[in-house]
């Protein structure tokens, strides 16, 4: 089982950087694939992007590419989630999860572990 808790939200305005991270517990933290999830206010929760544990492989949302970046720091139980170039669509309840998936998993019941999240506001 893994423990999660997430950092590094805030108000920012468009055209700000954020980098998100994501400590986690225990010893296996290299065997799992790590993912971030937002949710705005009265819409469902939806993948952002996500890190294999196998092949260090990554994935994003079409809405994202090219301004995030997800990585991960296993020395450090640590993944991350570099946001550059940010829009007021942005503006969401950001989650950290992770499970032991060796693709990644689009859903958000891919995933059994997942932090307390961290609000990331973008003003225009």
């Known amino acids: 089982q893994v423990q999660l808790v997430e950092s590094g939200g805030g108000l920012v305005q468009a055209g700000d950087s954020l980098r998100l991270s994501c400590a986690a517990s225990?010893?296996?933290?290299?065997?799992?694939?790590m993912g971030w999830f937002r949710q705005a206010p009265g819409k469902e929760r939806e993948f952002v992007a996500a890190?294999?544990?196998?092949?260090?492989?990554?994935d994003y949302l079409d809405s994202v590419k090219g301004r995030f970046t997800i990585s991960r720091d296993n020395a450090k139980n640590t993944v991350y989630l570099q946001m550059n170039s940010l829009k007021p669509e942005d503006t969401a309840v950001y989650y950290c999860?992770?499970?032991?998936?060796?693709?990644?998993?689009?859903?958000?019941?891919?995933?059994?572990?997942w932090g307390q999240g961290t609000q990331v506001t973008v003003s225009s």
């Open positions: 225990g010893r296996t933290f290299s065997r799992y694939t």
């Open positions: 999860a992770a499970n032991t998936m060796a693709t990644i998993g689009y859903g958000r019941y891919n995933y059994p572990y």
């Open positions: 890190i294999t544990w196998s092949l260090g492989n990554t």
